[in-house]
């Protein structure tokens, strides 16, 4: 190795390290008075309350849309034309399944909730922070759709508004009223739910987070924080667990040695027992890999112990994965989970105080 090599691989340690600090400065402790405390006297320029939903590009959608409710027993509380809304607990978050076969499975984007939305004033606000109104969700660019009555939307249409993160993440910023439905916001769907033909196996409660792989973490980072406030309160290894609205929800950004992108969602589910969710699972038709393997392709599912050089416990907390019909990666958590410490990740908390509490 040269000098030069040296110097630079030095220089990136050192930065990496002067961040970490930085982030540290940000953390505040994850107890519920504490975070409304936060909220309260730091208010973001766009508060964010929790995910609302995902939309996902698969390559059969009658097929992905009977998988999922086999496995979750979701119902479907809105259509818009081709896309099919399926009810994430007790609403109104969703996903959403694109109608068209799509050659490039993926999460396509992802929406987090505002109170009291205002897309206009939303607009404003993202260009003010370099996201340009330029009808488009390119990188650090935003577009309204106004979703008209032939996609299930308002009569005048119901505004929706993307825009891409530093990377060209698409992001979508609704009310938290939104289902998918018609209405201003977004907030009428169904009157009668079309229910799925079986309970579902699994029963989820909500979206708990989505891991980003970004170019560049101190700046996306950055840009999340100025945004939606996102305040750290603990920590995986060196990533930083961005907390998304008062609850157990969060953000991570990720930055490995691959593209951009959405990697995953995690959900939570009630009763969270590795033995059980694999029999499930594995009932379902997908095979285990236990916890020596890694996903490589569709209806796979394998268990990671995390240690506690990555924030779990030291004989590790367990965190399941596994991939849809398309090979889509989704993980599944104990309701309690908040990305922290403990059997259930349930303990989250400041660098002050690494053990955390309970949330």
Same mark, same amino acid.
């Given at each position: 190795? !040269? !000098?030069?090599? $040296?110097?630079?691989?030095?220089?990136?340690?050192?930065?990496?390290?002067?961040?970490?600090? $930085?982030? =540290? =400065?940000?953390?505040?402790?994850?107890?519920?008075?504490?975070? /409304?405390?936060?909220?309260?006297? %730091?208010?973001?320029?766009?508060?964010?309350?929790?995910? %609302?939903?995902?939309?996902?590009?698969?390559? #059969?959608?009658?097929?992905?849309? #009977?998988?999922?409710?086999?496995?979750?027993?979701?119902?479907?509380?809105?259509?818009?034309?081709?896309?099919?809304?399926?009810?994430?607990?007790?609403?109104?978050?969703?996903?959403?399944?694109?109608? $068209?076969?799509?050659?490039?499975?993926?999460?396509?984007?992802?929406?987090?909730?505002?109170?009291?939305?205002?897309?206009?004033? /939303?607009?404003?606000?993202?260009?003010?922070?370099?996201?340009?109104?330029?009808?488009?969700?390119? &990188?650090?660019? =935003?577009?309204?759709?106004?979703?008209?009555?032939?996609?299930?939307?308002? &009569?005048?249409?119901? &505004?929706?508004?993307?825009?891409?993160?530093?990377?060209?993440?698409?992001?979508?910023?609704?009310? =938290? $009223?939104?289902?998918?439905?018609?209405?201003?916001?977004?907030?009428?769907?169904?009157?009668?739910?079309?229910? /799925?033909?079986?309970?579902?196996?699994?029963?989820?409660?909500?979206?708990?987070? *989505?891991?980003?792989?970004?170019?560049?973490?101190?700046?996306?980072?950055?840009?999340?924080?100025?945004? *939606?406030?996102?305040?750290?309160?603990?920590?995986?290894?060196?990533?930083?667990?961005?907390?998304?609205?008062?609850?157990?929800? *969060?953000?991570?950004?990720?930055?490995?040695?691959?593209?951009?992108?959405?990697?995953?969602?995690?959900?939570?589910? !009630? %009763? *969270?027992?590795?033995?059980?969710?694999?029999?499930?699972?594995?009932?379902?038709?997908?095979?285990?890999?236990?916890?020596?393997?890694?996903?490589?392709?569709?209806?796979?599912?394998?268990?990671?112990?995390?240690?506690?050089?990555?924030?779990?416990?030291?004989?590790?907390?367990?965190?399941?994965?596994?991939?849809?019909? #398309?090979?889509?990666?989704?993980?599944?958590?104990?309701?309690?989970?908040?990305?922290?410490?403990?059997?259930?990740?349930?303990?989250?908390?400041?660098?002050? !105080?690494?053990?955390?509490? %309970?949330?």
């Amino acid at each position: 190795m !040269n !000098n030069k090599t $040296s110097n630079e691989d030095h220089k990136k340690v050192t930065s990496r390290r002067e961040f970490i600090a $930085s982030m =540290s =400065s940000l953390a505040i402790g994850c107890g519920l008075g504490q975070k /409304a405390a936060f909220a309260a006297q %730091n208010l973001p320029p766009l508060p964010t309350t929790a995910f %609302n939903h995902m939309t996902i590009a698969v390559s #059969d959608p009658s097929a992905s849309i #009977d998988w999922y409710q086999g496995l979750f027993g979701m119902p479907i509380v809105a259509r818009q034309r081709d896309t099919i809304v399926l009810r994430v607990g007790e609403g109104p978050q969703f996903i959403a399944i694109s109608g $068209s076969p799509s050659s490039d499975p993926r999460i396509t984007h992802y929406c987090l909730s505002i109170d009291d939305f205002d897309y206009e004033e /939303a607009v404003r606000i993202l260009a003010d922070h370099g996201v340009a109104a330029e009808n488009s969700s390119g &990188p650090m660019q =935003s577009r309204v759709r106004m979703r008209g009555p032939e996609f299930g939307g308002a &009569p005048s249409g119901t &505004p929706e508004l993307y825009f891409g993160d530093p990377d060209g993440i698409v992001v979508q910023l609704q009310d =938290s $009223s939104y289902c998918g439905g018609a209405g201003l916001n977004g907030e009428q769907c169904l009157d009668t739910e079309e229910t /799925a033909s079986t309970e579902g196996l699994l029963t989820i409660r909500e979206f708990n987070h *989505f891991t980003l792989f970004v170019s560049d973490q101190a700046r996306s980072i950055q840009f999340y924080q100025s945004l *939606f406030g996102m305040p750290v309160d603990t920590f995986q290894g060196a990533l930083p667990v961005m907390r998304v609205g008062l609850g157990r929800a *969060f953000l991570a950004l990720a930055q490995p040695p691959a593209p951009p992108g959405i990697h995953h969602v995690s959900l939570a589910v !009630n %009763n *969270f027992d590795v033995d059980r969710i694999f029999s499930v699972l594995e009932d379902y038709g997908l095979t285990i890999l236990g916890e020596a393997g890694r996903a490589s392709g569709p209806l796979q599912a394998y268990v990671t112990m995390r240690g506690a050089n990555r924030g779990g416990l030291l004989t590790g907390t367990p965190e399941v994965y596994f991939t849809d019909p #398309d090979g889509i990666l989704l993980q599944l958590q104990d309701n309690r989970y908040c990305g922290g410490n403990g059997y259930f990740g349930e303990l989250c908390g400041t660098v002050e !105080n690494p053990t955390g509490r %309970n949330l």
